[in-house]
């Protein structure tokens, strides 16, 4: 069945907006959890702009579910997820004055760094990802670095207008990038910019196995709580995928 990880960035984005200790990510994260997230997602960022070394650490101690870290290849980081053992490392690029990630990461720029990266993260138990955009030579990057998985970015998809021409090449983009990544082994995941209007077609996509959502949650948490809001999104994964088994 098709895993749900429920970003919590977001929450600790209004935390910062304070500089207090509330809303508290750890708290939204057991919320969505208790609700159907099958994992909690989070980017420790470099500058720790939203979610803290602290979130980190007890998100890990408190979680039923697995925990998806999401980092730059930066030795720094690199060392304190050796040490938190998240179940995954995702790898996603870092540009300082983003919004949000851009792109995805360039693996076949990086090959060789990458792959000494993986297998220190690998040795000491953690599986690890990368959020590439959906390309051929992207995922055959991946493969050559041994990565158990790819997140393949939705962004472009999610940007275009729905029922224009650009936006079903942008469909078909990501279902051939799944078939590819199958085909060499990786498993497939999904995410960026999905939201509760798009998320069935990304969900029915043969192959994918777990998508990562972030705002869209958080910001329908804003109206009928992380606990609902979680659960709306499940529930219409769920339907995409009893659709993709009944065909
Ligand atoms: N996956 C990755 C790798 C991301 O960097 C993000 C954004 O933090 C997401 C998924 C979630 O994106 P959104 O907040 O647009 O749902």
Redesign the pocket.
Known sequence: MIKLGV?V??VATLREARGIAIPDPVFAAAQAEINGADLI?V?RRLDQRHIHDRDVEILKQTLKTPLNL?MAVNQQLIEKAVDWKPEKV?L?PENRQEI??EGGLDLCGAVEKIKQVTAVLQKSGIEVAA?IDPDKQQIEAAAAIGVEGV?LHTGDYAETAVGTEQRAAALRRLENAAEAADRLELEVYA????NYHNVVEVAMIPRVIEL?????IIARAVSVGIGEATHQMKKLIVEADRLTCVE
């Not at 995410?191 to 999905?194: A, D, E, N, S």
């Not at 990562?212 to 869209?216: D, F, K, S, T, V």
């Open positions: 970003n960035d977001h997602t980017h999401e995702t996603v949000t990630t959020f997140e995410g960026h910019g999905l990562n959502i972030g705002h869209a």
